[in-house]
């Protein structure tokens, strides 16, 4: 053993640039092992909720809200998908049961982490072989999967903005081919929510009433000339507005001053003392400048239950 020592401490002497080489090699392996393992335990500490654990889903509520196994809400964000009773809704939830249910996720934050019902506001990742498009050992965006499919609509509400064009462009793709919604919806605008909250007989709730309308075009789209009316022939008639792809117009039914803001949402006033949406059910139609119908929203009391998410 102390003859094969001397040697290799003579055959070092002799190529102290290749040994001098070899360290420098190892050195940089190790480096890289190091910044790999601090990668990885920053975004374990990333995924993990306050109590130290990895957030695993307990309940899939509908398209984009999920429960935690401690009994937070999240809410999906940059899309939306059907309301329960709408077309592909039952597509929806059931794809995202399939994708989530029971296994660690993890949660990326935006600008605003919690929306007013108090639901954690995250893009929703996880790691699993089975769902469509993700390797094995690769993260896929649950909203991205929902696009893909055309089982969600792309549904921007600034500050959290952060995925604009990557969701545009998937959406756009779902759209070529056909995809779930987009064999029925003809767009450029989608309703998404009605809220009512009496009906035209009631002199009440106006102020509370609305309807949200999404531009699910890759466009910038003036609604000008668009109008939307009830079953019982109660009509709009929308006013110039710029709506950016994605984004949302709101308008409520009673009384209130315009907002028209070129860089986010819009929310317009019907300036009407009386509910206009029937809270035992009803029908909107969406028309275009032509008048021709670009979306027929239905909803019944039945589909409007208590706790489930409403398609904020």
Excluded at 137 to 146: F, H, I, K, W
Excluded at 166 to 174: C, D, G, N, S, Y
Excluded at 206 to 214: L, M
Aim: proline share 4%; net charge positive.
């Amino acid at each position: 053993m102390g003859k094969r020592r001397s040697r290799l401490t003579v055959d070092t002497s002799r190529n102290g640039t290749s040994v001098s080489l070899r360290h420098s090699i190892v050195n940089r392996t190790r480096l890289h092992q190091t910044v790999l393992f601090l990668v990885l335990s920053t975004a374990l500490l990333a995924a993990t909720d306050p109590a130290g654990l990895v957030p695993t889903v307990r309940e899939v509520i509908d398209g984009d809200t999920i429960v935690l196994r401690d009994g937070r809400k999240v809410r999906y964000l940059g899309i939306n998908a059907p309301e329960h009773g709408q077309p592909y809704a039952r597509e929806a939830t059931n794809f995202n049961r399939r994708v989530v249910s029971g296994v660690p996720v993890r949660l990326e934050f935006d600008q605003a982490r919690e929306d007013r019902h108090g639901r954690l506001l995250a893009y929703v990742y996880v790691m699993k072989c089975e769902v469509q498009g993700a390797g094995c050992g690769e993260e896929a965006l649950v909203s991205e999967q929902l696009l893909a499919e055309g089982l969600a609509h792309v549904f921007f509400m600034p500050p959290n903005i952060r995925y604009v064009e990557r969701f545009l462009q998937v959406q756009e793709r779902a759209k070529t081919a056909k995809k779930g919604m987009w064999n029925a919806v003809r767009g450029p605008l989608k309703i998404t929510r009605i809220e009512p909250t009496g009906n035209a007989e009631e002199e009440k709730g106006a102020s509370e009433e609305f309807v949200r309308i999404a531009n699910v075009s890759d466009q910038s789209l003036d609604v000008s000339g668009y109008s939307i009316a009830d079953r019982d022939g109660h009509r709009y008639d929308f006013p110039s507005a710029q709506l950016r792809p994605g984004y949302v117009l709101t308008l409520v039914t009673g009384e209130g001053k315009d907002r028209r803001d070129h860089a986010g949402p819009v929310t317009l006033y019907w300036n009407r003392r009386a509910g206009v949406w029937n809270d035992r059910g009803d029908t909107a139609y969406l028309r275009d400048p032509k008048g021709v119908v670009v979306d027929r929203f239905e909803y019944r009391v039945r589909t409007r239950r208590k706790g489930l998410h409403l398609g904020d």
